[in-house]
């Protein structure tokens, strides 16, 4: 008798701390889904400022059709991107079209005057850090989180119940080497 009741103690606290590690491993989902929403609301912002800096350097610089197709391109890529991987991928692609486009504006002096274009840049600047640090917390939340479905017991849980890792969001290869700095 006091053996059965032992095993039906063992057994609840045994299913408490399963139920336990489940909700803490939902936690950490839902972490890392909210830290990719933080991404995806920087992402957009940044997006829907490109469109008015291209038609401003249009004002300036038309006959730039390059550079200003580069970035409507990369944009577009940018904006259908789905997973971290492809999302890095895409948004450096477009930090290198609007650096071309901002290498651009040296050579019109009218248009680097600019008031809109000033505060265009000034704004990107800005949106740039903003997903710097979104980046940052995102990773945090998935490091957390993939540290917690690979740890004993919650691996057990986490297996049975459908915990995968997520992917990181990094920096694409040649960003990751050294600064060149050239004189």
Avoid at 36 to 52: E, G, S, Y
Avoid at 71 to 97: C, H, I, W, Y
Wanted: aromatic share 8%; hydrophobic share 45%; charged share 20%.
């Amino acid at each position: 008798m006091i053996t059965l009741i032992s095993i039906a103690v063992i057994a609840v606290l045994l299913c408490l701390a399963a139920v336990s590690l489940y909700n803490r491993l939902v936690r950490g989902r839902g972490a890392v889904d909210n830290a990719w929403a933080q991404i995806d609301v920087q992402l957009k912002r940044r997006h829907d400022l490109i469109p008015n800096l291209v038609e401003t350097v249009k004002g300036y610089a038309s006959h730039e059709r390059q550079a200003l197709e580069a970035v409507v391109a990369a944009r577009s890529r940018a904006v259908g991107a789905q997973t971290p991987k492809d999302q890095a991928a895409a948004e450096d692609a477009l930090s290198g079209a609007l650096k071309g486009l901002f290498a651009l504006a040296e050579a019109y002096p009218d248009l680097k005057a600019s008031r809109n274009f000033s505060e265009l840049q000034e704004e990107l600047s800005d949106t740039e850090n903003r997903i710097a640090y979104t980046r940052q917390y995102y990773n945090d939340a998935v490091l957390t989180y993939n540290n917690a479905i690979q740890t004993v017991p919650a691996n057990i849980v986490a297996g049975m119940t459908g915990f995968a890792p997520r992917e990181y969001f990094q920096a694409p290869g040649e960003e990751r080497g050294p600064v060149q700095v050239r004189f």
